[in-house]
């Protein structure tokens, strides 16, 4: 098994900048993709962004790219997410996840949570008009 722990949501005013971090541990040498998804009240899970935990490109939805970078410290098997010019439609419950899949990362990440296999218990994001 694989245990994600996510931190450093809050709440932000309109422009400001959030860094989420997630802590993975267990069987962290079965996963090989790290992505981070967000869900708003009454909406569907969406894709955030993904990155290998080894070689390969990372992976950004359009809605944050430009604004959001994922990065990654492998000795800590901690995943990063730099939130910059957040805006209150950002405003969600963002989740850690990892998946085993062995596929190019835009492949993963394009088939949506279905392709992650464990999850974290998510971190509130509120972003103030």
């Known amino acids: 098994q694989v245990q994600l722990v996510e931190s450093g949501g809050g709440l932000v005013q309109a422009g400001g900048s959030l860094r989420l971090s997630c802590a993975a541990s267990?069987?962290?040498?079965?996963?090989?993709?790290m992505g981070w998804f967000r869900q708003a009240p009454g909406k569907e899970r969406e894709f955030v962004v993904a990155i290998p935990w080894i070689s390969g490109s990372t992976y950004y939805s359009d809605s944050v790219k430009g604004r959001f970078t994922i990065s990654r410290d492998n000795a800590k098997n901690t995943v990063y997410l730099q939130m910059n010019s957040l805006k209150p439609e950002d405003t969600a419950v963002y989740y850690c996840?990892?998946?085993?899949?062995?596929?190019?990362?835009?492949?993963?990440?394009?088939?949506?949570?279905?392709?992650?296999?464990?999850w974290g218990q998510g971190t509130q994001v509120t972003v103030s008009s």
């Open positions: 996840a990892a998946s085993s899949r062995m596929d190019p990362t835009p492949v993963v990440a394009r088939g949506g949570p279905t392709g992650f296999s464990y």
């Open positions: 267990g069987r962290t040498f079965s996963t090989y993709i």
